[in-house]
């Protein structure tokens, strides 16, 4: 069975500093997996996915994930954090093509401080 | 904007009731997915459907049940509610099953 751990139900960090959240994941298969952002009383958008492919993928908005399958992770990462990135992020796992149902992570709210 | 629509946006209702959640997906999009979203629970998959049929099940109540019609859009009925099934409700599609999965700006039900 597939799932999702984000380490940090919370982050808080300055404005223009590193971000760095944190996605462990598990499949029985090579999972496909992605990032979704979701702003308050909005729905999921998504951030970037890894499909097999290279493993550091570049997504919108600066963010960009490393797959390490040795590590079983799936880090999010932005070099230089803007007041617009403050939301709820979430890591999600899915199996492909016959168990395409998405699992996601608990989130992770990150907050910008000025 | 994802392209998926939702409606109602808001909904709400007292325990006993039925109502009926729709989704439009994308243009093109084949599958379509509900997800609820609660405090208690998280993001959690309920159902999917492609070109019509039933492909999965997840988490899903004996109470609640859905459909996708030939037009492709999809209705996510919810019957004899409790105060539990206050949540938000997503719909998601995508071209096929595989791949990025693109959601609705949601539906929230409020049971009272």
């Known amino acids: 069975a597939q799932s999702v751990t984000q380490l940090g139900s919370h982050v808080s960090v300055s404005e223009g500093a590193l971000v760095l959240l944190r996605c462990n994941y598990s499949s029985s298969v090579p999972p496909y997996l992605f990032w979704y952002v979701q702003y308050p009383n909005q729905g999921l958008q998504l951030l970037l996915k890894y499909t097999s492919a290279a493993t550091l993928v570049k997504g919108i908005n600066g963010f960009e994930a490393e797959f390490k399958k040795s590590e079983t992770s799936f880090h999010l990462t932005k070099p230089s954090a803007h007041m617009s990135d403050a939301a709820e992020y979430f890591c999600a796992v899915s199996e492909g093509f016959g168990n395409e149902k998405l699992t996601f992570g608990t989130g992770t709210r990150l907050t910008i401080i000025p | 904007d994802s392209g998926v629509t939702q409606t109602p946006k808001h909904l709400i209702t007292a325990t006993g009731q039925r109502v009926t959640l729709r989704c439009s997906p994308r243009s093109g999009d084949l599958s379509v997915y509900w997800y609820q979203q609660s405090l208690d629970q998280g993001l959690q998959f309920l159902i999917q459907y492609y070109n019509g049929e039933e492909r999965a099940k997840g988490n899903i109540l004996e109470r609640f049940s859905a459909q996708q019609f030939p037009d492709l859009h999809s209705e996510l009925n919810l019957s004899s509610l409790e105060l539990g099934d206050s949540a938000l409700y997503f719909c998601?599609?995508?071209?096929?099953?595989?791949?990025?999965?693109?959601f609705g700006p949601g539906t929230r039900l409020t049971v009272t």
């Open positions: 998601a599609s995508s071209v096929k099953g595989v791949g990025e999965q693109y």
